[in-house]
């Protein structure tokens, strides 16, 4: 399907909220399983928190997996005047909550960014709570909002518009999250297709607040319909 | 000031949110100060947890501190239907918490007891986390509400109450927390004092949702007032 949207000579970004790896590792695994994607394809969250760190003169302290670490590598992280959360797996450790939290209170005016806000997800070795437990642990103790840079941000489909060179009316999203793929590009004024395949569950078909521009099996079909309608 | 209470003839019970011992600890600790205390006049989250999953025939998967767990010896633990959570402190480890999450998550019904609901509490090596942020994560992951059973729970009081063998309108709170100490107890029907000391901040008296029955120095000025007034 990817390799159709490429010959077809519409433009391609994939968007993901993947925050345990850089985007470099997470594409030369796409690379292995046979799909052309350069690094300059894929929006996530971390490179869109740096743009925002650089924008405001932030300084992080990182809460993140250690394997995403190389994403902040260019950015000044001395004397911290913010907090970056990501999906830290083994790194949310008491010890390493306390110490984000501390930072955080003993700021005048504290500021969280958050790298997703997912509650859960699931591994081989079963389910595992997400960003978004955390943020809220550290919403509710420091009694703050946390921004979120990672989808369903209207920050974090712009980045990828900007990317693309297009505007929103242009473009159109396939996802399978109803809230995070969907409702997050409709906001951003894209038009949005959600797949019946990975998170989708019949319930989102009656979502109270999200209803997507169509339905479609499947990736292959979501392809299908766009090239037809050119 | 405890003494002369006991000498006037008033009936005292100490209303704590200690979850990291069980009463028999922090009994001990009381009377090693000179304080002439016993077991019946401490009410504390864990017996009220306990008098709950008995009511309801509850079985419990416990994430709390270590020290607190001889307070659930009695309770059936086998196959759990419902997760209590305390302060559990070093036990807040990563593989923990995900292990909570999926007792609860996998549950027709999710059922989240928590022994308080606090942000964040100082000790001698800084300000940790407190249990209220532990309950929030669960909370927004398995989209629920806990239940309560520490201060400021109106059950959590009534129990109080229920061990003087008063009514509220006889009973009089003295707290220095604003909103667990005060508001709770008012809630109940009780009427209650705030100390301007240790949680104490200036700014509790303009706090938009309680107001003190009336604010004292200290708990000495508290009892001189309570008998006085006798």
Chains 1, 2 share one sequence.
Do not use: W
């Amino acid at each position: 399907s990817l390799a159709r949207i490429k010959a077809s000579g519409l433009k391609l970004q994939l968007c993901t909220n993947e925050t345990q790896a850089t985007r470099e590792s997470f594409v030369r695994k796409l690379r292995a399983l046979g799909f052309d994607i350069s690094v300059s394809q894929v929006t996530a969250p971390a490179p869109a928190a740096c743009h925002l760190l650089r924008e405001r003169g932030l300084r992080p302290h990182l809460l993140v997996h250690h394997d995403l670490v190389p994403e902040f590598a260019e950015i000044d992280k001395t004397n911290p005047n913010c907090v970056v959360l990501g999906d830290a797996a083994e790194n949310f450790t008491y010890a390493n909550l306390n110490e984000a939290f501390r930072l955080l209170i003993g700021m005048e005016k504290p500021v969280l960014i958050s790298l997703g806000k997912g509650r859960y997800y699931k591994e081989t070795d079963g389910l595992k709570l997400d960003v978004g437990a955390y943020m809220k642990a550290l919403e509710y103790a420091c009694d703050i909002q946390a921004e979120v840079v990672g989808k369903p941000s209207k920050r974090f489909f712009e980045s990828a518009l900007a990317e693309l060179g297009v505007p929103p009316e242009q473009a159109i999203m396939i996802g399978d999250d109803i809230v995070n793929d969907v409702g997050g590009a409709q906001q951003c004024g894209m038009r949005a297709l959600q797949v019946r395949t990975g998170k989708f569950r019949p319930s989102d078909e009656n979502h109270p607040e999200v209803k997507p521009d169509a339905y479609v099996n499947n990736l292959a079909e979501a392809v299908d319909i766009i090239l037809q309608e050119m």
